[in-house]
C-alpha cells in the first residue's frame, strides 16, 4: 500500500529534551516536506527536500533540522524543543515531476507537546 | 506569493442540505488550488484539485470546486450532506514553481458538522 508513515503517533517530551520525528514512504517520491498545524492557522511549511542531500527552509524552520540521507526518510530533528513547538507535525511527499500541480501525500500526524 | 482565506472557522449543516465552504486565493501567477479533507485523528486527504485544465472540478465523495478567476475563488460544494462528511478542510493553494518548492499554503480550515 502506497503510504507515509510517521513515528511517533504521539509524543510527550520536556524542553530541551532532543527528539526525532521520523517519517518515511515508500512510493519512490523525491519531494518530501514537513508541516505544523496549528489551531487557526492552517498548515504552515518547516523545511522542504527536493531530493537525498538537498533540503532547504520553509515558513518557519526556526527551532528544526532536518536531513535526507536516503529518498526514503526524511526524519524531523528538534535538538532543544520548547513550548512553542507543541504542535501537529505532517510530513508529505509528492512525486519525482515536481511540479505545483502534483499532487501532496500526508502521513497520518505526530501530536507533539512539549512541556 | 500566494495566500488562500478560508472565512469562519466552523459550518454546520443538517445531512441532506447543500455544503458550501468558501475559499477566496490570491496568488501574482495562475493558481493551482486544492481542497483537502482531515477526519478526526487523521492526515490530509486530497478532494479535489485545480490544475487549469477545467474550471468545474469534481473530487471524491461527491464534491465539487469552481475555480473562478474573476472572483479568486474556488469554493467547495457537495448537493447532499451525509454524516461522515463531518471533517475539517482546508484549501490551499501553490503557485507558480520557484525550482524547488512545491509548498502548499493552506487556509486555515474549516470544521464542519453535520446535523441529523
Known amino acids: 500500500e502506497a503510504q507515509v508513515t510517521q513515528n511517533p503517533r504521539y509524543l510527550i517530551t520536556v524542553t530541551g529534551k532532543k527528539l526525532t520525528v521520523t517519517c518515511s514512504q515508500n512510493?519512490?517520491?523525491?519531494?518530501m516536506s514537513w508541516y505544523r498545524q496549528d489551531p487557526g492557522l492552517g498548515l504552515r511549511q518547516i523545511y522542504y527536500?527536493?531530493?537525498?542531500?538537498?533540503?532547504d527552509k520553509g515558513d518557519v524552520p526556526e527551532g528544526y533540522k532536518v536531513s535526507r540521507k536516503e529518498k526514503r526518510n526524511f526524519p524531523l530533528i528538534l535538538e532543544s524543543p520548547s513550548p512553542n513547538q507543541t504542535s501537529l507535525y505532517f510530513c508529505?511527499?509528492?512525486?519525482?515531476?515536481?511540479?505545483?500541480?502534483?499532487?501532496?501525500?500526508f502521513g497520518p500526524g505526530t501530536r507533539l507537546t512539549v512541556l | 506569493a500566494q495566500s488562500v482565506t478560508q472565512l469562519g472557522s466552523h459550518v454546520s449543516v443538517s445531512e441532506g442540505a447543500l455544503v458550501l465552504l468558501r475559499c477566496n486565493y490570491s496568488?501574482?501567477?495562475?493558481?493551482?488550488l486544492f481542497w483537502y479533507v482531515q477526519y478526526p485523528n487523521q492526515g490530509l486527504q486530497l478532494l479535489l484539485k485545480?490544475?487549469?485544465?477545467?474550471?468545474l472540478v469534481k473530487g471524491i465523495n461527491g464534491f465539487e470546486a469552481e475555480f473562478k478567476k474573476s472572483e479568486t475563488s474556488f469554493h467547495l460544494t457537495k448537493p447532499s450532506a451525509h454524516m461522515s462528511d463531518a471533517a475539517e478542510y482546508f484549501c490551499?493553494?501553490?503557485?507558480?514553481?520557484?525550482?524547488?518548492?512545491?509548498?502548499?499554503?493552506f487556509g486555515k480550515g474549516i470544521t464542519l458538522s453535520v446535523r441529523p
Open positions: 496568488s501574482s501567477v495562475p493558481p493551482y
Open positions: 512510493m519512490n517520491h523525491e519531494y
Open positions: 490551499a493553494v501553490s503557485g507558480g514553481w520557484d525550482g524547488a518548492n512545491s509548498k502548499l499554503t
Open positions: 485545480y490544475t487549469s485544465a477545467a474550471t
Open positions: 527536500s527536493m531530493n537525498v542531500e538537498v533540503t
Open positions: 508529505a511527499s509528492s512525486p519525482p515531476t515536481g511540479w505545483s500541480t502534483d499532487t501532496q501525500y
